[in-house]
């Protein structure tokens, strides 16, 4: 599947396109088909996103998995501070990353 | 230290209008992002993998702690209370919103401090010797220069949109610990014959994917004609560095390219015609601005004596201290490397015990280190044991300073996205295996340095034993290198052979480590022993 | 062709600039345009007679013109010297500080921003073209 990232513009927040808005959460993520490039640019115009990109993804019983490891860091947080991810609460969530 | 007259604060409050207004501009959609990223690099705000990234710049290093203590309060209130300390005596803040980012800026100016050009392809914050003004073996101290060269810098409309980024280094002993010469230029202060003090010019070092020691480009430029030599060195870079490829845009492809002799002579026509416009600032300027960093009042009757009773203080003592040039007093290193900590991250309370510290024991006077610690440069002895307990109590009493666990590493993959493999968990790992302070004082002075990219932030060069994390059909691989030196013996590290896995690189370090006790001889360090061994006989150890 | 913005209060010349490699075969011109990359000295011998340079920046991260503007002025060049091509608001004071006083942006930039951008800053840090008396000189007179 591919999925849209990017970061708020406002506050750097990793966000992803959920279809109608962003979410700041991957499991939220829709695929978007052969729609990125048009949705992206669209977003991008009315600065609701910085520096979107589309992603290639893997659908899973928890909702997609970015293909690449830089995508999952961003998706998660810095592995190195579980406590500063999203997964504050979750020790294994690192390995998700990996 | 330095201290900003009128000029100086109006420039820095006016960048700070001048920033507001952008970003006001970029949130109206008047900048695009492609016209507004320069500019918020040239005020160290980045887009990094998990917000924007704040650069706020300690010039040459130097810090009083009221400009610490703001460094905490920004940590506090705009980031999520820790800042990183770089290996160019910056501090960078890694969840920085944009809209709080002209506040974040104002709050520096109200200390004297700024994000001015701590990215973007400008003249990049000037950095210099952390021991600087302590130690005695410089012959002047070099920071006087690199304030007039942090000021003829600042906002320098013809190099401000160079091919590429641009660091220079200053220092003034034969001991190097700026890793000078591998800046774009290294500057190293000299006595002529006539005993007069001037500029030794290095000119095409650096690091990332082409590394490169910087050549002699000049043995001696007089005090008065800093700016005008400096100004032709940039501007030969400014006309002719390549704009083609950006990773072969540095100055040292340039000199490369040239070839010293070439590039030399180019300079010293452009110089000669430099010298004619009145572009120095006279003797006065550097005699005004030497005035602020003139010693602080030492009590002359300061005792050397020490009571090493405690034998944890006596270890600290003996690995975290260095000579200060005035009896009774020391040059103590605060080692941000705990043990399986991040390599220069420090916590705002920290930040503010370091400043505390500072403010009651070493005349108000911190340092920032190329080697991500922070310094104490004028402690009486009598005090360190006080110091050393206040540490302790907050984890900053790793008696680790220049041993295998005082590693530099990049932010990497948890941070960066031009990472392609993370560096701190390495760091960590390897800080817990070599954990035991005894073996790491028996393998003596070894620098450690990780870069999770070939764009080497992590100096992984030049590290005696250096680690650069590659991506390999996206799983993290580490390549391992030897024999690199960033201080005055100067060298670049090779690659060993294959990569490794992260556990296979750990025990590859330890298979080094061990090879080089066996084989060391007297008086040694690693770094010797490579030398004298050669790579040959460490690959086979490692490889087979 | 947007109109030229210009910080002078000569007539407009009205000549079209020659590309460099013109203006050096024919020697009667009194305009050129130079382009990122070429050498701004060749001009040094004719400069008695130019009455305008136009200097290209051809993206406004390549700042090459910079220097070409440096070299003219201070090699005594007193006519026009008109930036075009992807000139933005954020770096006319940069340009207005290396001898540039005419700016020809590809995309028009309000006149009143950019003399508030001119002139936002009170003093200068660096010796330059423009003649701005340095923070160095005020402070030792």
Same mark, same amino acid.
Not at chain 2, 239 to 266: C, F, W
Not at chain 3, 110 to 125: F, G
């Given at each position: 599947?591919?999925?849209?990232?990017?970061?708020?513009?406002?506050?750097?927040?990793?966000?992803?396109?959920?279809?109608?808005?962003?979410?700041? $959460?991957?499991?939220?993520?829709?695929?978007?088909?052969?729609?990125?490039?048009?949705?992206?640019?669209?977003?991008?115009?009315?600065?609701?996103?910085?520096?979107?990109?589309?992603?290639?993804?893997?659908?899973?019983?928890?909702?997609?998995?970015?293909?690449?490891?830089?995508?999952?860091?961003?998706?998660?947080?810095?592995?190195?501070?579980?406590?500063?991810?999203?997964?504050?609460?979750?020790?294994?969530?690192?390995?998700?990353?990996? | 230290?330095?201290?900003?007259?009128?000029?100086?604060?109006?420039?820095?409050?006016?960048?700070?209008?001048?920033?507001?207004?952008?970003?006001?501009?970029?949130?109206?959609?008047?900048?695009? &992002?492609?016209?507004?990223?320069?500019?918020?690099?040239?005020?160290?705000?980045?887009?990094?993998? +998990?917000?924007?990234?704040?650069?706020?710049?300690?010039?040459?290093?130097?810090?009083?702690?009221?400009?610490?203590?703001?460094?905490?309060?920004?940590?506090?209130?705009?980031?999520?209370?820790?800042?990183?300390?770089?290996?160019?005596?910056?501090?960078?803040?890694?969840?920085?919103?944009?809209?709080?980012?002209?506040?974040?800026?104002?709050?520096?100016?109200?200390?004297?401090?700024? /994000?001015?050009?701590?990215?973007?392809?400008?003249?990049?914050?000037?950095?210099?010797?952390?021991?600087?003004?302590?130690?005695?073996?410089?012959?002047?101290?070099?920071?006087?220069?690199?304030?007039?060269?942090?000021?003829?810098?600042? $906002?320098?409309?013809?190099?401000?949109?160079?091919?590429?980024?641009?660091?220079?280094?200053?220092?003034?002993?034969?001991?190097?610990?700026?890793?000078?010469?591998?800046?774009?230029?290294?500057?190293?202060?000299?006595?002529?014959?006539?005993?007069?003090?001037?500029?030794?010019?290095?000119?095409?070092?650096?690091?990332?994917?082409?590394?490169?020691?910087?050549?002699?480009?000049?043995?001696?430029?007089?005090?008065?004609?800093?700016?005008?030599?400096?100004?032709?060195?940039?501007?030969?870079?400014?006309?002719?560095?390549?704009?083609?490829?950006?990773?072969?845009?540095?100055?040292?492809?340039?000199?490369?390219?040239?070839?010293?002799?070439?590039?030399?002579?180019?300079?010293?026509?452009?110089?000669?015609?430099?010298?004619?416009?009145?572009?120095?600032?006279?003797? &006065?300027?550097?005699?005004?601005?030497?005035?602020?960093?003139?010693?602080?009042?030492?009590?002359?009757?300061?005792?050397?004596?020490?009571?090493?009773?405690?034998?944890?203080?006596?270890?600290?003592?003996?690995?975290?201290?260095?000579?200060?040039?005035?009896?009774?007093?020391?040059?103590?290193?605060?080692?941000?490397?705990?043990?399986?900590?991040?390599?220069?991250?420090?916590?705002?309370?920290?930040?503010?015990?370091?400043?505390?510290?500072?403010?009651?024991?070493?005349?108000?006077?911190?340092?920032?280190?190329?080697?991500?610690?922070?310094?104490?440069?004028?402690?009486?002895?009598?005090?360190?044991?006080?110091?050393?307990?206040?540490?302790?109590? /907050?984890?900053?009493?790793?008696?680790?300073?220049?041993?295998i666990?005082?590693?530099?590493?990049?932010?990497?993959?948890?941070?960066?996205?031009?990472?392609?493999?993370?560096?701190?968990?390495l760091?960590?790992k390897i800080?817990k295996r070599f954990?035991d302070?005894?073996r790491q004082?028996e393998l003596g002075?070894l620098?450690l340095?990780i870069?999770?990219?070939?764009?080497?932030?992590?100096?992984? +060069?030049?590290g005696h034993i250096g680690i650069?994390?590659?991506?390999?059909?996206?799983?993290?691989?580490y390549q391992l290198l030897l024999g690199?030196?960033?201080?005055?013996?100067?060298?670049?590290a090779k690659i060993t052979g294959p990569g490794f896995t992260e556990d296979g690189v750990i025990d590859a370090i330890e298979t080094v480590t061990d090879l080089y006790l066996e084989q060391r001889?007297?008086?040694?360090?690693f770094i010797?022993t490579y030398?004298?061994v050669g790579m040959a006989r460490f690959k086979e150890a490692i490889y087979g | 062709?947007?109109?030229?913005?210009?910080?002078?209060?000569?007539?407009? +010349? &009205?000549?079209?600039?020659?590309?460099?490699?013109?203006?050096?075969?024919?020697?009667?011109?009194?305009?050129?345009?130079? &382009?990122?990359?070429?050498?701004?000295?060749?001009?040094?011998?004719?400069?008695?007679?130019?009455?305008?340079?136009?200097?290209? $920046?051809?993206?406004?991260?390549?700042?090459?013109?910079?220097?070409?503007?440096?070299?003219?002025? #201070?090699?005594?060049?007193?006519?026009?010297?008109?930036?075009?091509?992807?000139?933005?608001?954020?770096?006319?004071? +940069?340009?207005?500080?290396?001898?540039?006083?005419?700016?020809?942006?590809?995309?028009?930039?309000?006149?009143?921003?950019?003399? #508030?951008?001119?002139?936002?800053?009170?003093?200068?840090?660096?010796?330059?073209?423009?003649?701005?008396?340095?923070?160095?000189?005020?402070?030792?007179?």
């Amino acid at each position: 599947m591919k999925i849209l990232t990017g970061n708020d513009l406002k506050t750097g927040d990793v966000i992803w396109w959920t279809g109608l808005d962003w979410s700041r $959460f991957v499991k939220d993520a829709t695929d978007v088909g052969d729609q990125g490039e048009a949705i992206l640019q669209r977003e991008e115009a009315a600065r609701r996103v910085n520096s979107p990109y589309i992603i290639e993804a893997e659908q899973t019983d928890d909702g997609p998995r970015p293909g690449h490891i830089k995508d999952r860091v961003r998706a998660l947080g810095p592995t190195v501070r579980p406590d500063l991810t999203l997964k504050p609460a979750d020790p294994d969530a690192g390995l998700w990353v990996i | 230290m330095y201290q900003y007259d009128e000029y100086d604060q109006k420039m820095v409050d006016t960048r700070v209008e001048e920033f507001r207004d952008q970003v006001k501009r970029r949130l109206a959609g008047d900048l695009t &992002e492609d016209q507004f990223k320069p500019l918020r690099l040239m005020n160290g705000l980045y887009l990094q993998l +998990h917000a924007y990234m704040l650069r706020v710049a300690v010039p040459y290093g130097t810090l009083n702690s009221k400009q610490m203590r703001m460094l905490g309060h920004i940590a506090r209130k705009y980031d999520r209370d820790y800042g990183h300390f770089t290996t160019r005596q910056n501090i960078q803040y890694n969840w920085i919103k944009l809209e709080d980012a002209p506040d974040i800026l104002a709050d520096l100016a109200s200390v004297e401090m700024h /994000a001015i050009q701590t990215s973007g392809n400008c003249i990049r914050n000037i950095s210099s010797d952390q021991f600087a003004g302590a130690t005695a073996d410089e012959i002047a101290d070099p920071r006087p220069w690199a304030e007039i060269l942090r000021q003829w810098s600042s $906002f320098h409309p013809e190099f401000s949109y160079l091919p590429r980024k641009f660091k220079f280094a200053v220092i003034a002993s034969d001991t190097d610990r700026a890793a000078m010469r591998l800046h774009d230029i290294g500057i190293q202060l000299v006595h002529n014959e006539a005993g007069e003090l001037g500029a030794k010019f290095f000119v095409g070092g650096g690091m990332g994917r082409t590394p490169m020691v910087a050549p002699e480009i000049r043995d001696f430029v007089p005090a008065d004609e800093l700016i005008s030599y400096a100004e032709a060195c940039l501007r030969v870079y400014n006309r002719y560095g390549r704009r083609d490829n950006k990773y072969k845009a540095r100055i040292k492809i340039l000199v490369h390219e040239l070839g010293p002799e070439e590039y030399s002579r180019q300079v010293e026509e452009e110089f000669a015609h430099m010298k004619t416009l009145g572009l120095n600032p006279p003797v &006065e300027e550097l005699a005004r601005i030497s005035e602020f960093f003139q010693d602080p009042p030492f009590d002359k009757q300061a005792s050397d004596d020490l009571d090493l009773s405690d034998p944890d203080f006596a270890v600290w003592v003996d690995q975290n201290n260095s000579a200060h040039k005035q009896p009774g007093y020391a040059i103590a290193t605060i080692s941000l490397k705990p043990r399986g900590g991040i390599p220069g991250d420090a916590s705002s309370a920290q930040i503010d015990l370091m400043a505390d510290l500072a403010e009651q024991y070493s005349f108000d006077e911190l340092r920032v280190t190329h080697s991500q610690n922070i310094v104490l440069p004028h402690v009486k002895k009598s005090d360190l044991y006080a110091i050393w307990q206040k540490l302790d109590e /907050a984890g900053l009493a790793p008696a680790n300073l220049d041993l295998i666990t005082d590693s530099i590493a990049c932010p990497g993959l948890d941070y960066c996205s031009l990472a392609n493999a993370r560096s701190i968990p390495l760091a960590q790992k390897i800080s817990k295996r070599f954990a035991d302070l005894g073996r790491q004082r028996e393998l003596g002075e070894l620098k450690l340095k990780i870069s999770g990219c070939i764009n080497a932030c992590g100096h992984h +060069h030049a590290g005696h034993i250096g680690i650069l994390g590659v991506d390999r059909k996206g799983t993290e691989n580490y390549q391992l290198l030897l024999g690199g030196s960033g201080a005055e013996d100067a060298s670049l590290a090779k690659i060993t052979g294959p990569g490794f896995t992260e556990d296979g690189v750990i025990d590859a370090i330890e298979t080094v480590t061990d090879l080089y006790l066996e084989q060391r001889e007297e008086g040694e360090r690693f770094i010797d022993t490579y030398r004298r061994v050669g790579m040959a006989r460490f690959k086979e150890a490692i490889y087979g | 062709m947007v109109e030229a913005i210009r910080l002078r209060d000569d007539e407009v +010349h &009205e000549e079209p600039a020659v590309s460099l490699d013109s203006f050096l075969d024919q020697s009667n011109a009194t305009a050129v345009r130079i &382009e990122a990359g070429e050498d701004a000295r060749l001009l040094l011998p004719y400069l008695d007679r130019l009455s305008l340079v136009e200097i290209d $920046f051809p993206a406004f991260g390549d700042g090459r013109g910079y220097s070409a503007a440096q070299i003219l002025r #201070e090699s005594g060049y007193a006519g026009e010297l008109r930036a075009s091509g992807d000139v933005l608001l954020d770096q006319v004071s +940069h340009m207005r500080r290396c001898g540039f006083d005419a700016f020809a942006p590809d995309s028009p930039i309000n006149p009143a921003l950019m003399k #508030e951008a001119i002139s936002r800053y009170d003093h200068v840090y660096q010796a330059t073209s423009d003649q701005r008396t340095p923070i160095w000189r005020l402070r030792h007179g």
